[in-house]
């Protein structure tokens, strides 16, 4: 499961590992708050689910609203 976010292409479409850390754990955290899974929770931790929401592309940087620089890619 931890080694999907290794893949190259995750981290590039995120913007780097830091920004793909970052919204794994802004994530995390509003499922631990009660937000709801964006894929199949079955037996995943919120962990788990909030870095299959990332690599599935359920989730990402809204870049125009967050005023965060875009990755050129």
């Not at 499961?1 to 919204?23: C, S, Y």
């Amino acid at each position: 499961m931890l080694d999907a976010i290794k893949d190259e292409d995750v981290i590039n479409r995120i913007g780097g590992r830091f920004k793909l850390t970052a919204l794994i754990q802004k994530r995390w955290r509003d499922l631990m708050f009660g937000a709801r899974p964006l894929v199949e929770p079955a037996k995943l931790t919120p962990l788990e689910i909030a870095v299959q929401e990332v690599v599935q592309g359920k989730i990402g940087i809204d870049y125009e609203k967050s005023k965060i620089e875009k990755p050129s890619n």
